[in-house]
């Protein structure tokens, strides 16, 4: 995704300096702006997604390492044998109610 979004940044600039080099000076130098404007903005969400990519990513890793540092204490359904966490009032498959 980050790279499909600094290509458009790319495409931006080319199609604001071809769209505009047979313009007059004036329209020229705005067209150019704003195609830079609008790569800078593209740019900056490329950045931002990426980051954003890796903080998932880190955090993703954080769980599961609390997950195995977690007591894995396990209830068992009578109904249909599925494990499932002690949390859990009911079974997630069956949906059976449990006793404790």
Known sequence: MVKILIGLAVLQIIMGLCATIFA???VFWMG???SIISAIL??????ILSNQE???YKLEQQEERLRKLSNNEKKV???CNYSYDI???SCPNCGKI???
């Open 77 to 79: 359904c009578t109904k």
């Open 24 to 26: 007059s000076l004036p």
């Open 54 to 56: 890796d903080i998932l």
């Open 42 to 47: 593209i740019v900056a969400l490329a950045i």
């Open 87 to 89: 949390d859990y009032k």
């Open 32 to 34: 150019l702006i704003s």
């Open 98 to 100: 449990q006793e404790n």
